[in-house]
């Protein structure tokens, strides 16, 4: 499989720049007759959608691996923490903007605000949820758990189309000055993007800055090392996963609340392929790694955004462009069949090692 999936990367990407000097030549002929090739802008603005969504998958799967590294199982409900960030931001944008605050000066306090409430709203869901659904299974073998999260994840997206019906509910249009391209660096990047890219940039170095300078931080890894001996050394243990939950619950309202803002759209299901995709990022930059986390959706984000058309397209696949999930699962498999501890290897705890 290894190879099966190396010669056809190889392929592909010998085809997509021969493709590019000479549209025309015996290969594209033979395998795509349609081939015309990719503009350099086009190339770069690929790169750019990768990046922004990328950051979002990375911000989504710092809960993952704070979550396995604390407790050593996957939170599969945490795409629903994200979704009830973007959920909780619609609403608010949408009040702001019927009261004319969704514009002009007002706009980046209104933004604000709509943050601080998708932050309040999904840290409150992820606390609760380890409060009701996880603390009570605690000690109890890691599959219990795992299907207990699969379960809080559809009686979660059940109750919000119960609350909100099935139906996808838009944002407000931000000004026109957040939709405006921007050159950077011969880069042509929307205003909306740019903000992505910003606040994921910023909620990074945060978390970085809290779990290893600070003193909860210092007690999380502790915990996520070996919690009985953390017990004995004198760390509250309840408190400190909670935390981690509440932590990963900000860094996925803050993923809501952008992925709002850039695709302006969200529906009770919101967070499921996300979530998966986020997991998917978390084990590709190796599962407890807060960077490798970060780092795996980037590399996700942007592997979604450029393999189908640089890769597949050049094969003569129809439709490449519609792939997008199957080059991220297919990623997954290819990471792990050479790396299985993922890019930049797992934190695990001593259990877990041993």
Known sequence: MRVVLFSV???GFFAFVWQQFDSNNPLARQINPDATGL???QVKGLFVTGLSQGAMY?????????VYGVLGFINFAH??????????????STKLDQAGYWEGNAFIPSVLIAVLVALVVSTSAAVIMERVAYRPLRGSPRLIPLITSIGVSFFIQNTVIVLFDPGSKSYPRPPDWMTDQYSILSFDIEGTKIAVLIVAALSMAGLWWFVERTKTGKAMRAVAEDREIASLMGIDVNKTIV???AVGGAMAGIAGILWGLLFRSVTATTGFLPGIKAFTAAVVGGVGNLGGAMAGGVSLGSAEALAPLVLLEPLGIN??????????????????LVKPTGLFGEKLSADDRA
């Open 58 to 66: 990375g911000l989504i799967a710092l809960g993952y691996s704070m």
């Open 9 to 11: 990367i190889i392929f």
């Open 79 to 92: 795409g629903e923490v994200f979704m009830l960030g973007a959920f909780s931001g619609f609403i608010t």
């Open 39 to 41: 503009k350099s802008d």
């Open 319 to 336: 439709g490449a462009s519609q792939l997008r999930d199957a080059v991220a699962f297919t990623l997954l498999i290819l990471v792990l």
């Open 243 to 245: 935390t981690t939950f």
